[in-house]
């Protein structure tokens, strides 16, 4: 049974290689003008793109995908927000900083004008009753999606397509950022080593509230070797499994991403700990008053700011043509077992806070010891 299953969508992958795209009606081709034209108005910035995921997950809950994208997306724009938060600035510089945001939004950008099309495709087919993924092609989606979206309109399998995009995405991303020479130089040699190795920024987090306690909680992973396209589709995998696991905990995180809406400030998950509005007094360097980890500040909180206030909408060039799938072979990716993860990350993510802390009260202290001894000599 699992054999022919594999043969079955071998077969099926191999024919979708060979497929020419048919002329569209003009209906067909009013529809894909229309997707294309809400997938540009949701696709405006990190936080418009997060909430257009959840919502759609909220309209198609068996559409498994758009949750973990959302999440995932989540913690994105925190990263972005961290450029211009508590500690990040004193260690980057400016250029540095807005290098790394570039990076971070044209994947964010990039997936979401490849992902969100699908979904809109899929939402079109339920309200025409019949499936219309042979408008993938027109949508300069990847051949290898249309076998697995055409296998879920019959199957209603969410685990098969969930894995299917997830390959689909980060290899459609692995040309256009991650092995692009525009980023190779600046971002992942230099600065994801800097924030990746040095002070193991690199946290996936998914909060949720614990009915008894009515305490935010958070579960995750760690990503590791972010530059090699195998890891992240496993880190993907892994991710969904743990988000999916437990079914009491995937309901308290949905509660929670819809009862708080993204902003890309870290207060939405911990208000006890973060602040959008700056609390540290000017060139003073923030310090902790106890571990991150019991929430409680009896200082200034750490400075993580809204998206909105700190970064300008990006205005991308278009999407590098071409299509990805070349080989059948790429199915192997598929059987792989995921890692599984404990999920058990609030440890882990407080240390690496207490970290960063460490490292900018370092630089600070060091940047002030070498101006005074400049001032100094004669």
Known sequence: MFSSKWRLLKKDLKAALKATPAPLTTQEETLVKEIRRITQEKNRNNVTRTMAYL??????????????????????????TDLKGEYLPKLLTGKEGRDFFVFLERGNWLIFQDAYPQLLLYDASLKHGRPLYHLLDALNVSKFMKPF?????????????????IVNEQHYIENRVVR???????????????????????HILFPYMTPIQQKIKLVGGTVHHFSAVDERILLGRSLYELLYGVRSRLDQIVQWCSANKHTGSRKDYWPQLFNDVNETPPGHVHEMTMSPCKRKQNGPKIYSPRLEIVWEDWVHAEAETGDWFKSVNILDLMKKNAKEFSGDIEP????????????????????HKTEGRSADRP
Not at 356 to 366: D, G
């Open 149 to 165: 979206w055409e296998r879920f309109w019959k199957s209603g399998n969410s685990e098969e397509l969930t894995k299917a995009l």
């Open 55 to 80: 919502h759609f997950f909220e309209k198609h809950p068996e559409i498994h995908w758009a949750l973990l994208a959302h999440l995932v997306s989540r913690n994105a724009g925190w990263n972005m």
């Open 348 to 367: 882990v993510y407080c240390r690496t806070l207490e970290e960063i802390e460490f490292a900018s009260q370092t630089k600070h202290t060091f940047f």
């Open 180 to 202: 692009n020479h525009l980023y190779m130089a600046t971002v992942m040699d230099k600065v994801m080593f800097k924030l990746q190795d040095m002070l193991s920024m690199n």
